[in-house]
Every structure is written in structure tokens, then in C-alpha cells.
């Protein structure tokens, strides 16, 4: 059998007195701030935002006014404003949802026979319900909408983008879920993170070229086949949907 062979020094290199034994080499990459990993814990001691790099000049999110929707009028009608309108109590508005993927002909049996374990007070027909429907106070209402018939295929309905914007930021269940100004997230390690839409470069970069008090309002818009509901005649539209990107993402 044949034996390659080794120098003196090549044998006796891990038994030299005082030598440490050799180590095994780690295939690790340095670690690059520029290279962000998105599977890293943000540093709240690491993170900056805007206003603390630039200036108070330059902060966003500055307060016009106190928004207003359905879900404060509670401070100026107090005890009399009924939060389930039009429906005249919970219940009511419950039976409604449930019956929303249900057939009409199927609501106007069920509510002839008296098929509901406690008395609908709100509505007796599905017209009735149809017409409670339209009357939701929530939102822009359905009075918001605008018709074209222009078009080949049919009429097309759409919504003053400005005034969905507007609602949305508005709402005041999404106010503690609201992004009004750019950050800068890193974890301990001093990498970027790259989470909501504000700890982006762009939202940071044009903040700084805006005047003071701005607030950036990304705009995210999204098409897909919908189907409506059974009551509706079992149809299906392709509605475009729109978000703004304040709002935080698991929200959204």
C-alpha cells in the first residue's frame, strides 16, 4: 500500500507544546448594512425616524382637523344615536348579514313561516331588507356613487377617488394602525429592514423634498373577479379595490 508523504513539521504541527489546535473555517459573509435580511428583528433603538434625521422642518403628518365619521357620532347624539341604524337593534342587523348570501325567495319563506327563533322587527321581506341595505350609514353610502352609461359592455359605477381616500384615513378604527411619516428600521446588527411601505427608501427620500407637514398617502389599487352575493341574483363584477398605504399591512 502506498503512503503519501508528510514533512517532519507537517506531523508534528498539532503536537507542539502550546499550539492551538487548528479551527474549522466558516463559510460566513460579513455582514453588510446595505444588504438588508427580511427575516431579522427590527432594533427599536436603531430605528430613526424622519423628523430625527432632518428637522422638525421637514416632519409629516402634520393635523388639519378632527376627522369625523359614523363612529363618533356617539359624542354628539349621545345616548339616542343607535349604532345599529337602520336596523332597530343587534339582532336585527345580525339576521341581516346571515341572510346576505341567502336567495330572496328563500328570505321571503323563511320570514313568511316565521322560521327566526326571536321576531325580526327591522323587516319582514326581502325588499324590506334591500332597501334597509341601502340605507347603511357607514362609509361614503351608496349615494356616493356615479354611474356611466358610456361604455359597450354596460354601465360602469366608480367613487371619487379623493373622497375614498379621504374616508380612509379618516376611520377612526384605523387610527392607531396609521403611518404618517418614513422610518428607518435596522435590527441589532445595524441591517436595513424593510417592513411596512413607509420604512421604504422612496416614502423617506421624497419626504425630505416636501413641505413641512406633508404626508404621503402611497395609493394601492388591486382588480380581481368578485362574486356578489346570491341576494343580488348570484352575478359577479370585477371591482377595483383601493387602499392607501398608511395603513399598516396586517391591517390592510
Not at 32 to 54: G, S, Y
Not at 70 to 92: R, V
Request: contains cysteine.
Amino acid at each position: 500500500m502506498a503512503i503519501d508523504k508528510l514533512s517532519i513539521n507537517d506531523l508534528l504541527r498539532d503536537k507542539v507544546p502550546g499550539t492551538p489546535p487548528p479551527q474549522d473555517t466558516l463559510n460566513e459573509e460579513p455582514i453588510d448594512p446595505q444588504q438588508p435580511d427580511l427575516t431579522c428583528t427590527p432594533d427599536p433603538t436603531k430605528t430613526k425616524a424622519h423628523r430625527q434625521v432632518v428637522g422638525v422642518d421637514n416632519v409629516g403628518g402634520k393635523a388639519y382637523g378632527k376627522a369625523t365619521g359614523s363612529y363618533n357620532k356617539y359624542q354628539k347624539y349621545s345616548e339616542q344615536w343607535n349604532p345599529w341604524h337602520p336596523f332597530w337593534s343587534a339582532h336585527d342587523f345580525l339576521q341581516a348579514q346571515s341572510f346576505s348570501q341567502q336567495m330572496k325567495t328563500w328570505i321571503d319563506q323563511h320570514l313568511r313561516h316565521g322560521l327566526d327563533t326571536y321576531k325580526i322587527e327591522s323587516f319582514q321581506s326581502a325588499d324590506a331588507l334591500q332597501k334597509l341595505h341601502s340605507e347603511l350609514d357607514f362609509g361614503l353610502g351608496n349615494n356616493s356613487w356615479i354611474d356611466d352609461d358610456s361604455h359597450i359592455l354596460g354601465t360602469f359605477y366608480y367613487r371619487d377617488i379623493f373622497k375614498c381616500i379621504q374616508f380612509l384615513l379618516a376611520h377612526l378604527p384605523f387610527l392607531a394602525h396609521l403611518d404618517c411619516e418614513p422610518v428607518r428600521q435596522a435590527d441589532s446588527e445595524g441591517r436595513r429592514i424593510y417592513s411596512e411601505m413607509n420604512t421604504g427608501a422612496l416614502w423617506w427620500d421624497t419626504q425630505y423634498q416636501l413641505p413641512a407637514g406633508t404626508t404621503i398617502v402611497p395609493v394601492i389599487c388591486a382588480s380581481d373577479k368578485t362574486h356578489w352575493t346570491n341576494f343580488s341574483g348570484d352575478q359577479h363584477a370585477w371591482p377595483l379595490y383601493l387602499i392607501t398605504g398608511n395603513i399598516q399591512n396586517d391591517i390592510r
